[in-house]
């Protein structure tokens, strides 16, 4: 009984802990987050006409025909109709296909494979990519969804406006606009065409990147770069890496070069090089502004003009070098001459373009600092001529009635010939005006054509009044071709083998081959210096033809050390031959000093003489005849009776110092 106790009590012992034990709750064990579904890659069907499963191999394909659209996050397909792979998320899709992407970027063409977990599309036949701004074509494009860029492989073309870019290779950024193209890059636009292997370019901007060599042409010339940028929209260009800009008739390069289409003007820094291909002129310097339209530039910092010959080439350097084209024409009628008009604008002030420190950088839009320059002149003080004093045109010839050239007699007295009989100087009258230069009232305006070249003369309105076609008929207006000049401002150098010069500022036409040296002129020709307040120096066949001198002229050849022959005068005119003089001759209260020696070379004397004209003759570089017409005075001194007075003219200056002997001189 007592067993039977114990056992029950047990049971139940064991019942009452197995209830107690089932109403505890177990340990909750913290649950692993559940996968989160990336929803955005999800590709989702709007709709279809027939929808159709279909197993390939243990995969399930859902076949959609007719007007399919799915979508995927903001990109929405469109299809003729698409096979759809759930598994691996990858749609096929045949037909006039159509992504929208986000409302920005729409593609086109008639084949895809999508693969919707990389978000990138494989597109081929009859491909279009377009965002609004550009338009993308090619056989085959990959485009990624993710940072909505196209790239072709096998060719294709961009059309953003009126530009049209065609290349091998492209990239396309949707979002920022930018295209990348490489390999056979050709641009054509109804203003410019461009060929290159590497090109960066923006299509919202329109900005192209040069990294490759690349050749533009805009119908007026030829730009070649490797290095800079070019802004199609507004015609502004910077180029670097030694860019150069070529026509038929100029060559232009530098360092680096800032350029604006609309105006031709632009900035040529470091190492800048001008060659007039027609006239064989070229311009060396540190810095240019120029308008490769008008044909014109600024050089400063170091300017160097070479004209090239067929054995030597003369060198020109000075502060600052101006050259343009002006209008070959020419009038008859009264006006200023070249000489004077020229003097009259270097008498003014230099322009604004000279006057600028060209260290600063430029701003931002190039035209800001070089458009709207003033008419180039020079430093004040520069001297006109005096009235009625022209420079001849023609070249001055002997009278005809002038027989007696007088050969250098021996040691007497008898020297000297007087002719008694006045000569007629017709042969030395100044022509109305010089052949040059009638045609234009001053340099200024000479510069102000060139922005109007293409311009008429004369206003058209003009040309309907009889009165005025009157006026041209009687001026006789003879338009030809267009004429280079170049202009050089302060410390004028010159340095050629067989000759060399200086002054304070030039003027040099292609025309007629002269130049005009201003302020303290000075030409030297092996032993001969000759100076006065204007020197006319005249090439032909860019050598020296010969010079003249306007205003206190002076000759001085250097015998020794201290003999020295002078002849002065009102003018002087000078005639080269092969680079040697050969004939000066002095005019207006003209005076000569020459030194005689024996055949022993001693010297045995001097001859003075004043006359109205002088004339010198030389053959094999050495003094041959002298003759002297109208009002002749003078006499022989012995060597060591010349009068002090006598051996050094009034106003002498040997001025060897001056003398630039070598090229290198030419910067000194």
């Known amino acids: 009984m007592n067993t039977l106790r114990r056992i029950g009590l047990s049971a139940l012992f064991i019942v009452t802990i197995l209830f107690a034990l089932a109403q505890q709750k177990p340990p909750v064990t913290p649950a692993s987050p559940a996968t989160q579904q990336d929803t955005t890659k999800n590709i989702n069907l709007i709709r279809s006409n027939v929808l159709r499963f279909e197993q390939k191999d243990s995969t399930e394909l859902q076949v959609l025909v007719g007007d399919v659209i799915l979508q995927q996050d903001k990109t929405l397909f469109y299809g003729d109709s698409i096979v ?23 593609v086109y063409s008639q084949y895809l494979i999508y693969y919707g977990n990389t978000k990138i599309a494989n597109l081929k036949k009859s491909v ?7 338009t993308l074509t090619t056989e085959e494009l990959e485009y990624d969804l993710n940072s909505k860029t196209g790239t072709y492989v096998n060719g294709g073309k961009i059309v953003n406006g009126s530009s049209i870019l065609t290349s091998k290779e492209g990239y396309y950024y949707a979002d920022t606009k930018d295209a990348y193209f490489k390999k056979n890059v050709k641009m054509v636009d109804p203003n410019y065409t461009m060929a290159t292997d590497t090109l960066l370019y923006n299509t919202e901007t329109q900005v192209a990147t040069f990294v490759a060599p690349t050749t533009i042409n805009d119908g007026k010339s030829i730009i070649r770069t ?57 311009v060396l310097a540190e810095r240019s502004f120029f308008n490769r339209d008008a044909k014109t530039f600024l050089a400063t910092e170091k300017p160097l003009m070479i004209i090239k010959q067929d054995q030597d080439s003369l060198f020109l350097t000075a502060d600052t070098l101006y050259s343009g084209i002006r209008l070959d024409t020419t009038y008859v009628q009264d006006s200023l001459s070249l000489t004077q008009t020229t003097k009259a604008d270097i008498k003014g002030n230099i322009p604004d373009a000279v006057k600028m420190d060209i260290h600063k950088p430029l701003p931002d839009k190039l035209q800001d600092n070089i458009a709207g320059r003033p008419g180039m002149g020079a430093r004040p003080g520069a001297k006109r001529p005096p009235a009625g004093k022209k420079p001849a045109d023609n070249n001055p010839q002997l009278p005809t009635d002038i027989k007696r050239d007088i050969p250098l007699p ?17 042969s030395f009258a100044v022509p109305e005006a010089i052949s040059d230069s009638t045609n234009i009232d001053s340099l200024a305006r000479v510069i102000a054509l060139n922005k109007a070249a293409a311009d008429s003369i004369f206003k058209k309105d003009s040309l309907r009044k009889q009165d005025s076609i009157k006026a041209i008929a009687a001026r006789k207006i003879d338009r030809v071709d267009s004429v280079r000049f170049f202009v050089a401002y302060h410390h004028v150098k ?15 036409s292609g ?20 100076s006065g307040d204007t020197i006319h120096l005249y090439t032909k066949n860019k050598k020296p033809e010969r010079v003249e001198v306007w205003e206190n002229a002076f000759s001085i050849s250097k015998s020794n050390d201290q003999f020295y022959n002078q002849l002065k005068g009102n003018t002087i005119n000078g005639f080269f031959n092969e680079g040697e003089i050969e004939h ?40 041959d005849k002298i003759s002297w017409i109208n009002d002749v005075e003078g006499g022989f001194y012995p ?7 006598r051996q050094r003219f009034r106003n002498f200056k040997w001025q060897e110092a001056r003398r630039p002997k070598t090229r290198a001189e030419l910067y000194q």
């Open 639 to 645: 060597v060591n009776q010349v009068p002090e007075d």
């Open 494 to 508: 010159m340095f050629e083998d067989s000759m060399q010069a200086v002054c304070d500022s030039m003027f040099f």
């Open 128 to 134: 279009k990519l377009t965002d609004g701004k550009a």
């Open 410 to 426: 021996p040691d007497t007295s008898k020297s000297i010939a007087i002719l008694a009989n006045p000569i007629k100087d017709s």
């Open 584 to 623: 000066i001759r002095a005019k207006g209260s003209a005076e000569s000093l020459y030194y005689l020696q024996d055949d022993d070379s001693a010297y045995t004397g001097a001859n003075y003489a004043k006359a109205d004209l002088i004339n010198l003759y030389f053959a094999k570089k050495e003094l």
């Open 84 to 106: 759809m792979d759930k598994t691996r998320n990858v749609i096929e899709v045949f037909g006039n296909i159509h992504i929208n992407d986000s409302d920005s970027v729409n």
């Open 226 to 282: 490797s290095d800079g940028s070019y802004d199609m929209n507004r015609g502004l260009a910077n180029f670097g890496s030694r860019p150069t800009i070529e026509d038929s008739t100029q060559f232009i390069t530098a360092d680096s070069i800032s350029f604006d289409k609309n105006t031709g003007e632009g900035f040529a820094r470091g190492n800048f090089v001008y060659r007039d291909t027609a006239q064989g002129i070229t």
């Open 511 to 530: 025309k007629d081959s002269i130049f005009r040296l201003y302020n303290d002129p000075i030409v030297w020709s092996k032993e001969s210096q000759i």
